[in-house]
């Protein structure tokens, strides 16, 4: 069984279009998690999302907002996707907010043309 | 400059070699976290450190926590293929519970 699921895996999508990005997690957590890996493989916090309290990273644009229907599920919408925003997005999760083994899914490559 | 600093940034050695991969944090260190990315995949965690002077290993691997000196250290003994990878050392920095990942170290063993 996965634990923390994303779909899809690889999205390729022209500049302005706005895409979704959904990730699942069947480990019964109560904080989750999206992360952004540059070209430099550099991992940066995007949102984390705890018992309907969400965080942002003050540098994210508000073009990209998370949306969490339930406790399992944090998606990511992007709104008018620039050449910037290609990376591989991660979705994680972990029992307690910033505390503890965080899982994370297996990532989403999203390449901006 | 990033609040989690790895060094070295790569590092390429033979099988069997011995290495060392270091974290500095610009801030208070409350807990460090150690993870490995393989290639291509997502992080799966190491191990977690949480006291000043902690000390832990699993296989091959052991991890220190120097508070004082807001420093972590990752030690490979006799590495192996398998231990190639992306290691990321990562921490909660500031309030509101955001976690902050190091910049990475890329290792590559050489049978």
């Known amino acids: 069984d996965t634990a923390v699921s994303q779909t899809p895996k690889y999205l390729v999508t022209q500049m302005g279009n706005d895409k979704s990005i959904k990730c699942e997690q069947n480990?019964?957590?109560?904080?989750m998690y999206w992360y952004k890996q540059d070209s430099k493989k550099f991992l940066k916090i995007m949102f984390s999302?705890?018992?309907?309290?969400?965080?942002i990273n003050e540098t994210v644009p508000n073009r990209f907002s998370p949306k969490s229907p339930d406790k399992a599920h944090l998606n990511l919408h992007i709104n008018s996707l620039e050449l910037g925003d290609s990376a591989v997005y991660f979705c994680?999760?972990?029992?307690?907010?910033?505390?503890?083994?965080?899982?994370f899914g297996p990532g989403t490559r999203l390449t901006v043309l | 400059s990033q609040e989690l600093e790895q060094s070295p940034q790569s590092l390429i050695v033979q099988e069997g070699k011995n290495l060392t991969i270091n974290c500095t944090s610009s801030?208070?260190?409350?807990?460090l976290y150690w993870y490995k990315q393989k290639y291509g995949e997502g992080l799966i965690f190491l191990m977690m450190?949480?006291?000043?002077?902690e000390e832990k290993s699993h296989e091959k691997i052991t991890a220190k926590l120097d508070e004082k000196k807001q420093q972590s250290s990752l030690h490979i003994t006799a590495s192996q293929p398998s231990h190639a990878g992306i290691y990321l050392c990562?921490?909660?920095?500031?309030?509101?519970?955001?976690?902050?990942f190091g910049t990475g170290t890329s290792l590559t063993v050489i049978p």
């Open positions: 999302y705890n018992n309907k309290e969400l965080i």
């Open positions: 994680a999760s972990s029992a307690l907010a910033g505390v503890g083994e965080q899982f």
């Open positions: 480990l019964g957590h109560d904080t």
């Open positions: 450190l949480q006291k000043g002077g």
């Open positions: 990562g921490a909660p920095l500031r309030t509101g519970n955001q976690f902050y």
């Open positions: 801030k208070t260190l409350y807990g």
